[in-house]
């Protein structure tokens, strides 16, 4: 079996999802239920035995022990984390707690574990960890797309404590041995987005009539991966990689924010109209840059594709039509997400923009 963490958060949901319908191999998952995990998001695993839950944390070391010695796993693959760079912004001590003294207590554990195998098990075993673009920095205009070689550059606390985290990771195998593995991606969007992020925010807000908020000029440039596809891509790795390597994950799909908001707006124009008849971008509203506001990200994903063979079914085109539809098709989802602590969230964040 594998051991998933953050398994009830975006990707690690889907991730689960897809990979139970894949594969007979049983998942732990391990997940502290912040504000981004919902266990809503697995519903359709209820009663399935090859799902085991575990409501905690990845820095919680004796927990963490105790599930690897039970269970054995042959993987893990470590999602948890705080996610979101305006929240990091706002409060950068959960993410030093999570991503960064989390990480290492995960590794910790997964050290004390891996030691005690025996060699043949000890040699199969992967720590993949997941991991993103943001911590190279930002690119210029002209400049080429990430590759892995890129120095690391960190400008926000999310970034700065992913960036520690995977400089944990990679010491983990080169003074103790352990195979891991270590995934960079852009840009995920797809189903159980929490509408914190851009693109489920803007579906949300223009179905309530609300603002869509760009910040700055809406220049920005980041490049966009259909969430199945970064699953696909970290099984693969996970199947594939050589361990101590990272792969960079992209779609080869650069867009400007105010390109992809353009996008949502004209497909829910076609898709759910609004009962005046007006186009959804008249709802757009310039807001106050974020700062230290990251001016391009973009992924030179040829690593994986010649090593592994992976590239990515969806086109922005495809992907975000399917996204679209699958929140007019959820909204008792987004309603149960929006509600309480998430409220208090949009108004610290929009509230205090002019
Ligand atoms: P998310 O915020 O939606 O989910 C994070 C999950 O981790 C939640 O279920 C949360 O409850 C759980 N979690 C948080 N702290 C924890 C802890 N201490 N112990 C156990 N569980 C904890 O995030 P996401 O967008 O699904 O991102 C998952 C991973 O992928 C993150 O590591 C993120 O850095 C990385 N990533 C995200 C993107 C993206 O576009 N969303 C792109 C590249 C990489
Ligand atoms: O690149 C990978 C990263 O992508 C992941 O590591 C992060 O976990 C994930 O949150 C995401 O980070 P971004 O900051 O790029 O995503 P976000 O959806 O927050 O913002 C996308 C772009 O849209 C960014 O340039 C900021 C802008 N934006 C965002 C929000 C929420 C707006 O203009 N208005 C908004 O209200």
Redesign the pocket.
């Known amino acids: 079996m594998i051991l998933v963490t953050g398994g009830a958060g975006f990707i690690g949901s889907n991730f689960v999802l897809d990979w139970l319908a894949a594969a007979d191999e049983p998942v732990i998952n391990l997940d502290a239920l912040t504000y981004a995990g919902n266990l809503e998001n697995l519903a359709s695993l209820q009663g399935n035995p090859r799902h085991v839950f575990v409501h905690g944390d990845i820095g919680d070391f004796a927990l963490v022990a105790g599930l690897l010695a039970q269970h054995q796993p042959r993987a893990i693959v470590n999602f948890a984390a705080e996610?979101?760079?305006?929240r990091s912004i706002h409060g950068p001590e959960d993410f030093v707690q999570t991503n960064i003294v989390g990480t290492f207590r995960l590794l910790e554990a997964v050290r004390a574990y891996w030691s005690g195998l025996d060699a043949a098990d000890k040699a199969a075993f992967r720590f993949l960890h997941v991991s993103?673009?943001?911590v190279y920095g930002s690119l210029g205009k002209d400049d080429p797309p990430f590759s892995e070689t890129n120095p690391y550059e960190p400008n926000s606390p999310y970034s700065a404590s992913k960036a520690a985290s995977d400089h944990l990771v990679r010491a983990y195998h080169h003074t103790y041995g352990i195979p891991v593995l270590t995934t960079n991606?852009?840009?995920n969007y797809g189903p159980y987005h929490f509408p914190?992020?851009?693109?489920p925010?803007v579906i949300h807000n223009a179905l309530a009539g609300k603002p869509l908020?760009?910040?700055g000029d809406?220049q920005?440039v980041?490049d966009w991966l259909y969430v199945k596809d970064h699953c696909s891509a970290i099984r693969r790795v996970l199947e594939g990689g050589r361990p101590g390597e990272t792969y960079n994950i992209g779609g080869w799909n650069e867009k400007p924010?105010l390109d992809v908001v353009h996008t949502l707006c004209t497909i829910l124009d076609q898709l759910s109209p609004r009962v005046d008849g007006q186009p959804y971008r008249e709802q757009i509203t310039y807001v106050t840059d974020?700062p230290g506001?990251d001016r391009r990200?973009a992924i030179d994903a040829g690593k994986i594709e010649r090593e592994l063979g992976w590239k990515p079914a969806e086109t922005f085109e495809t992907g975000i039509r399917k996204t679209v539809q699958w929140y007019l098709d959820n909204q008792a989802w987004v309603s149960n997400v929006t509600s309480g602590a998430y409220r208090e969230w949009v108004g610290k964040q929009y509230g205090e923009q002019k």
């Open positions: 996610s979101h760079v305006d993103t673009d943001e991606c852009s840009n914190e992020k851009l693109i925010l908020p760009i910040y809406g920005q980041r924010n974020r506001h990200y």
